[in-house]
């Protein structure tokens, strides 16, 4: 039987009344309700100034400042009809959390009275503290001045709570000095560097009428659901969004059974509840379902451009988590909250294009034709080969580092799958003669009711951290719990960056007289041999993959993230980002700076979690238990019967275990300091041992002691309660 908190956790769970349901409303009435978005500014504006707002929101034009007193007029005029009392310009500083200044709509008049007001002074620019939040050195504690900025190419919004509406304005976040503090100007800027190399190798290519080139971003969330009355007794949960301890339950995810399974019915009334909101808010959720682990679901919109997907995506993190305190849940989008079940990723499914050539990502039915397709892929490669470590060092944390490597998410060494109809395409260039590419195919399935399918040319890879998927390249690697922006700032970067490699190249060529296509040939015969080596198409979870990756191709396997950080000082990673106008060298050492500490903090906080909680509910439930044993042993040898000291013997064994291992894991917990990466190495390589030596004996205590005496709820509680 479980421990009387367990048994008022069960209570209140059994006696939860079903959340309430109600009928969806139509779509049509539902849709970006709450966005003040280009259709809702073209009934509010005068046309000139709806003209000059389309001009940037769709083709990248300068902001005109001078509309921005009639824009906040119309904005708020929306917003308070609707409810409002509060705006607030929203922003993404380094902590993949959303920030938010809340003011209100009011301004005190001289007579005591008040009115509504809200300037276009007030829509272009605020002013947060510029020095509380993470920063990385650029701003001291005495220097708090910083800056946000209106993005109008991301939709203001109306956030509804139970406590108000407020109109929440896109912003990026800047310093007094100028340098970045966020993640949405670095992505705003890697945008505009792919998007000038990219229309200058499609006018190499012969384009004339070119609109600007945006990337494109579809996130598939995954994450956790547990019960709020177990979350309350599990500290670990509540502090670090994971669980230190937990025996692993006679059933987890081994019979297959929960992936694409019925959906629970109290957690399909969440899910509606969330894509309810979602869609006024103008976010195309498009896809939920179970995933692999008991407790695990995703949600996956459609692809938008880059910069909204990234709001977006903030916005749906922020959704679900309020959604599942309102029905009884809490939302766990740490990347590994359960030890031996499926961690949690994101996968980023990322591609380029614009209107006028569309996706430039698309192979078309024969690639090897498609002159545009086969350059741009190269460039995505050479950019992978030479900048791989980078896009690890973009996924790096704590809580990822539990996921990668092993055999549920993509392993840390980065390599690029193409399928096997493109990945024979580029062979063959490599080799020096193009012959042709293997076509799609019609599959019977040998019932005549049943449809004929139609059969990809390629195979899917889920173990490669970066697979192309049809049209677009899939970032597998990313954590659920992180900013998709920070990835994305990779890609587009080493993107442009690559594409200007490959346009200096052909620009070379074709002055020689060459004809473009054979031009084009010999880059891409260039790209293949010098860059090849990151193409793979087999097992990314073997061992011998792990080998060949690093001994014979040359690629790097940084598995953890004290090792992937350090390579953000790396003079090349510098250099790139300069270069490109993506990040200066400072903004750059900022990220390094705060990226370790968010590192060496959440560690830090585990290994201090761990002591608490092993020494104060672990340690005395044992002492119980043990009491108990002595006692029911002393009745039996008083009754002459035969006596099994085993359990005895194992518990105090462990006991002790627990102790000394607790005793080492503070010596090292204090001994912790030094430089930046002395303090990373002393995280990966000391603490989380130690605490890996405390877990192990909790889990065989856990399995050892009374059910009755144990504090914590169980995986079996917590992965199966519903």
């Known amino acids: 039987m479980p421990s009387q908190p367990r048994l008022q956790a069960l209570d209140t769970i059994l006696g939860r009344p079903p959340a309430p349901v109600s009928a969806p409303a139509p779509l049509e009435e539902l849709w970006a309700s709450d966005v003040f978005s280009l259709e809702a500014m073209k009934s509010a504006l005068p046309k000139p100034v709806f003209k000059s707002l389309q001009r940037t929101i769709t083709h990248g034009g300068k902001l005109d400042t001078s509309v921005a007193d009639v824009v906040a007029q119309a904005m708020k005029a929306w917003a308070t009809r609707r409810g409002a009392l509060y705006y607030a310009h929203v922003f993404y500083p380094l902590t993949n959390l959303t920030a938010e200044k809340h003011d209100g709509f009011i301004a005190p008049q001289g007579d005591g009275s008040v009115i509504s007001e809200f300037t276009g002074k007030l829509l272009v620019q605020g002013e947060p503290d510029g020095s509380s939040f993470p920063n990385g050195g650029i701003r001291s504690t005495f220097e708090a001045r910083g800056y946000t900025a209106w993005d109008v190419t991301s939709p203001a919004y109306l956030m509804q709570t139970p406590n108000g509406i407020t109109l929440c304005i896109p912003t990026v976040f800047v310093s007094w000095t100028g340098e970045a503090l966020d993640k949405k100007t670095p992505l705003l800027r890697s945008n505009a560097a792919m998007d000038r190399q990219a229309r200058r190798l499609l006018t190499l290519l012969g384009e004339t009428e070119i609109a600007r080139v945006n990337s494109s971003c579809g996130a598939e969330q995954e994450y956790f659901l547990v019960d709020s009355a177990f979350t309350a007794l599990r500290p670990d949960l509540q502090l670090a969004g994971r669980t230190l301890f937990g025996a692993p339950p006679a059933k987890g995810?081994?019979?297959?059974?929960?992936?694409?399974?019925?959906?629970?019915?109290?957690?399909?009334?969440?899910?509606?509840?969330?894509?309810?909101?979602?869609?006024?808010?103008?976010?195309?959720?498009?896809?939920?379902?179970?995933e692999v682990a008991p407790g695990q679901f995703e949600i996956a919109p459609f692809?938008?451009?880059?910069?909204?997907?990234?709001?977006?995506?903030?916005?749906?993190?922020?959704?679900?988590k309020a959604t599942a305190k309102q029905h009884g849940f809490t939302c766990l989008l740490h990347e590994k909250p359960f030890a031996g079940v499926n961690g949690s990723g994101k996968h980023v499914n990322w591609s380029i294009g614009n209107s006028t050539q569309g996706n430039l990502l698309d192979p078309g039915s024969t690639p090897h034709e498609n002159l545009q397709f086969l350059l741009f892929c190269g460039a995505v490669i050479r950019g992978v080969h030479c900048y791989g470590p980078l896009m690890r060092a973009a996924i790096a944390t704590a809580s990822n580092d539990h996921r990668l490597g092993a055999n549920e998410a993509p392993p840390a060494i980065i390599s690029v799958y193409l399928g096997s109809q493109l990945e024979d395409v580029f062979q063959q260039i490599r080799s020096g003669s193009l012959q042709g590419s293997a076509k799609a195919a019609l599959m019977s399935l040998g019932v005549d009711t049943l449809p004929e399918l139609n059969k990809d040319p390629g195979d899917r890879n889920r173990t490669s951290p970066f697979a192309f998927t049809g049209n677009r390249f899939e970032f597998r690697a990313v954590g659920s719990g992180q900013s998709v922006a920070g990835p994305l700032v990779v890609l587009n970067t080493i993107l442009a960056d690559s594409i200007e490699w490959i346009a200096d190249q052909l620009e070379q060529l074709l002055h020689t007289g060459l004809p473009l296509e054979e031009a084009a040939f010999a880059v891409l015969k260039q790209t293949m041999e010098a860059h090849g080596a990151v193409v793979f198409g087999g097992d990314g979870y073997s061992a011998e993959w792990h080998r060949i990756a690093v001994e014979e191709r040359g690629l790097e396997n940084l598995r953890t993230s004290a090792d992937a950080l350090p390579v953000l000082k790396r003079p090349a990673i510098r250099e790139l980002f300069e270069r490109t106008g993506v990040l200066s060298p400072v903004e750059l050492e900022s990220r390094f700076e705060v990226y370790a500490e968010q590192y060496i903090l959440a560690i830090e906080v585990e290994a201090k979690l761990v002591l608490r909680i092993a020494r104060t509910q672990i340690y005395p439930a044992v002492m119980a238990a043990l009491e108990q044993l002595a006692q029911s042993i002393a009745s039996q040898e008083a009754l002459g019967l035969p006596v099994d000291r085993s359990q005895v013997e194992q518990i105090a064994q462990l006991c002790q275990q627990l102790l000394s291992s607790c005793q080492a894991l503070e010596s090292?917990?204090?001994?912790?300091?030094?430089?930046?990466?002395?303090?990373?190495?002393?995280?990966?390589?000391?603490?989380?041992?130690?605490?890996?030596?405390?877990?192990?004996?909790?889990?065989?205590?856990?399995?050892?002691?009374?059910?009755?005496?144990?504090?914590?709820?169980?995986?079996?509680?917590?992965?199966?309660?519903?």
């Open 253 to 290: 995810q081994q019979f297959d059974d929960h992936y694409f399974g019925a959906i629970p019915e109290r957690v399909q009334v969440f899910m509606q509840a969330v894509e309810h909101q979602l869609y006024r808010l103008g976010i195309p959720a498009k896809t939920r379902h179970n």
């Open 303 to 320: 692809h938008e451009a880059a910069n909204v997907a990234t709001d977006h995506q903030q916005l749906i993190m922020t959704v679900l």
């Open 668 to 722: 090292d917990l204090a001994a912790a300091g030094g430089d930046v990466d002395a303090h990373l190495r002393h995280c990966a390589d000391a603490l989380l041992p130690r605490m890996g030596a405390v877990r192990s004996a909790v889990d065989a205590l856990e399995l050892l002691v009374d059910d009755a005496l144990w504090p914590l709820p169980t995986y079996q509680e917590l992965l199966f309660q519903r």
